[in-house]
């Protein structure tokens, strides 16, 4: 297996060199594109159809159309291995990575235009047709960033994207909430126009050079789906293999499962969409940022094995916060707080787990390798996250919390005997 802790020198030489990273500027803007519709076919979604007069039973159901974020490996094999006609001569990574912009611009004004009001199935299909976009998007863009730069830099790049990254994520959240005060169709068409910039961007960057055969044949399905997975199991042994995909699927359970009730308990708790929008989509974002940055900073400076186990933990402790909004509801300052805490954590964990996964990636089957790893840290939590709302109702927002926390002990446990394993591997490899 490849090693996925940071190459030394550590401690602040390392942070140094890592953040030293090329092409910085051009993941900064290709991360804006990855963040800016995630929120646009899920929360914000959500908050719109509360908004619209729909039951948390139904929203929680709808936020399954996300699961194509977290599907995207069923598809990425054909990505690894062939190139898409008309576009291919943009290379192997910006000839998919092209025309699934140019869908996502497209399926963002036609929800704009449509709306959920009038031809319900219809809306639902462009939401589909908007996240299969961004997912093939984030498919390709995590295959650039892995190719683009070597293993010790990956965290520091992760935090560069990151940032990009949630800035889009404010303009899919803050921005648009802003603006649906104006109406929803105003958003909509606004986010559609800001995902120009990294369209633009993929046209204008370097394509990264193939790993030997660029792995572009005649169509053979079973040679395209068997081949990356093979490899995965052949460098790590089935046990070793199995136990790193429930790891890293159960790493950001206790995030991920408050991703679709976050906003509807907002609403429930006495808050408006523009404090949601103020605290939630433009405060708490910056924060994550500043997580995001730490998370670099402590892998390159400590280590993957004790970044881990902080990133756990302070995943796990800050879904507690939510709490103290449900005893004290409408009070900004809870409001604030539980922000605070979940969303520096949330930046801190998801840079640390990047470069995990970065280095569990074969460069040869890099879209495949990585969309399997990446949708399966959103996988457990968004299929407990699509029945939320009726957890809710059966045990209530203080229980629903209590649950998301204690739901990474075994995400400690399975750390606990994975690593000496990774150890004596890389070990091994080594001699």
Same mark, same amino acid.
């Given at each position: 297996?490849?090693?996925?802790?940071?190459?030394?020198?550590?401690?602040?030489?390392?942070?140094?060199?890592?953040?030293?990273?090329?092409?910085?500027?051009?993941?900064?803007?290709?991360?804006?594109?990855?963040?800016?519709?995630?929120?646009?076919?899920?929360?914000?979604?959500?908050?719109? #159809?509360?908004?619209?007069?729909?039951?948390?039973?139904?929203?929680?159901?709808?936020?399954?159309?996300?699961?194509?974020?977290?599907?995207?490996?069923?598809?990425?094999?054909?990505?690894?291995?062939?190139?898409?006609?008309?576009?291919?001569?943009?290379?192997?990574?910006?000839?998919?990575?092209?025309?699934?912009?140019?869908?996502?611009?497209?399926?963002?004004?036609?929800?704009?235009?449509?709306?959920?009001?009038?031809?319900?199935?219809?809306?639902?299909?462009?939401?589909?047709?908007?996240?299969?976009?961004?997912?093939?998007?984030?498919?390709?863009?995590?295959?650039?960033?892995?190719?683009?730069?070597?293993?010790?830099?990956?965290?520091?790049?992760?935090?560069?994207?990151?940032?990009?990254?949630?800035?889009? #994520?404010?303009?899919?959240?803050?921005?648009?909430?802003?603006?649906?005060?104006?109406?929803?169709?105003?958003?909509?068409?606004?986010?559609?126009?800001?995902?120009?910039?990294?369209?633009?961007?993929?046209?204008?960057?370097?394509?990264?050079?193939?790993?030997?055969?660029?792995?572009?044949?005649?169509?053979?399905?079973?040679?395209?789906?068997?081949?990356?997975?093979?490899?995965?199991?052949?460098?790590?042994?089935?046990?070793?293999?199995?136990? #790193?995909?429930?790891?890293?699927?159960?790493?950001? #359970?206790?995030?991920?499962?408050?991703?679709?009730?976050?906003?509807?308990?907002?609403?429930?708790?006495?808050?408006?969409?523009?404090?949601?929008?103020?605290?939630?989509?433009?405060?708490?974002?910056?924060?994550?940022?500043?997580?995001?940055?730490?998370?670099?900073?402590?892998?390159?400076?400590?280590?993957?094995?004790?970044?881990?186990?902080?990133?756990?933990?302070?995943?796990?402790?800050?879904?507690?916060?939510?709490?103290?909004?449900?005893?004290?509801?409408?009070?900004?300052?809870?409001?604030?707080?539980?922000? =605070?805490?979940?969303?520096?954590?949330?930046?801190?964990?998801?840079?640390?787990?990047?470069?995990?996964? =970065?280095?569990?990636?074969?460069?040869?089957?890099?879209?495949?390798?990585?969309?399997?790893?990446?949708?399966?840290?959103?996988?457990?939590?968004?299929?407990?996250?699509?029945?939320?709302?009726?957890?809710?109702?059966?045990?209530?927002?203080?229980?629903?919390?209590?649950?998301?926390?204690?739901?990474?002990?075994?995400?400690?446990?399975?750390?606990?005997?994975?690593?000496?394993?990774?150890?004596?591997?890389?070990?091994?490899?080594?001699?």
């Amino acid at each position: 297996m490849t090693d996925t802790a940071p190459a030394k020198p550590r401690g602040w030489r390392g942070v140094i060199d890592a953040f030293k990273t090329p092409s910085a500027l051009t993941l900064f803007f290709l991360g804006f594109g990855s963040g800016l519709p995630f929120l646009l076919v899920g929360y914000t979604l959500s908050i719109w #159809l509360r908004t619209s007069g729909w039951g948390l039973g139904p929203i929680g159901l709808v936020s399954f159309i996300s699961l194509l974020y977290v599907l995207k490996f069923v598809w990425s094999p054909l990505l690894d291995a062939h190139r898409l006609p008309l576009f291919g001569r943009l290379g192997r990574r910006r000839g998919w990575l092209f025309p699934a912009q140019l869908l996502l611009i497209g399926g963002l004004v036609a929800m704009g235009v449509v709306g959920p009001a009038h031809s319900v199935p219809l809306f639902l299909v462009l939401v589909g047709l908007t996240a299969l976009a961004g997912a093939t998007q984030d498919t390709m863009i995590d295959a650039y960033r892995i190719e683009i730069a070597p293993i010790e830099a990956q965290a520091a790049l992760a935090a560069t994207s990151t940032l990009g990254y949630r800035i889009g #994520l404010i303009c899919g959240g803050a921005v648009a909430l802003f603006l649906s005060e104006i109406s929803w169709q105003v958003a909509y068409l606004t986010m559609a126009a800001l995902a120009v910039v990294p369209t633009v961007t993929t046209l204008l960057v370097r394509e990264p050079v193939p790993p030997g055969d660029e792995g572009v044949h005649k169509v053979d399905l079973r040679a395209d789906y068997i081949k990356p997975f093979r490899d995965f199991f052949q460098r790590n042994g089935w046990a070793l293999g199995l136990a #790193l995909l429930a790891f890293v699927g159960l790493f950001k #359970l206790p995030d991920q499962m408050l991703g679709v009730i976050a906003g509807p308990f907002y609403i429930d708790s006495g808050f408006t969409t523009g404090d949601i929008a103020t605290v939630s989509k433009l405060y708490g974002v910056w924060v994550g940022i500043a997580g995001a940055f730490a998370g670099g900073v402590a892998v390159a400076a400590w280590g993957m094995r004790r970044t881990l186990v902080i990133a756990a933990l302070a995943l796990a402790l800050s879904n507690l916060l939510y709490i103290l909004m449900a005893v004290y509801p409408g009070q900004l300052w809870t409001f604030v707080a539980t922000i =605070s805490g979940d969303n520096i954590s949330q930046g801190f964990a998801g840079t640390v787990l990047v470069a995990f996964m =970065s280095g569990l990636s074969d460069k040869h089957y890099t879209a495949t390798q990585y969309a399997l790893l990446s949708s399966l840290a959103f996988l457990p939590g968004k299929l407990v996250g699509g029945v939320s709302g009726y957890i809710v109702a059966a045990w209530g927002y203080i229980g629903f919390f209590v649950f998301s926390a204690v739901s990474i002990v075994p995400t400690l446990l399975l750390m606990a005997w994975l690593w000496p394993r990774l150890n004596r591997r890389r070990q091994a490899q080594a001699d």
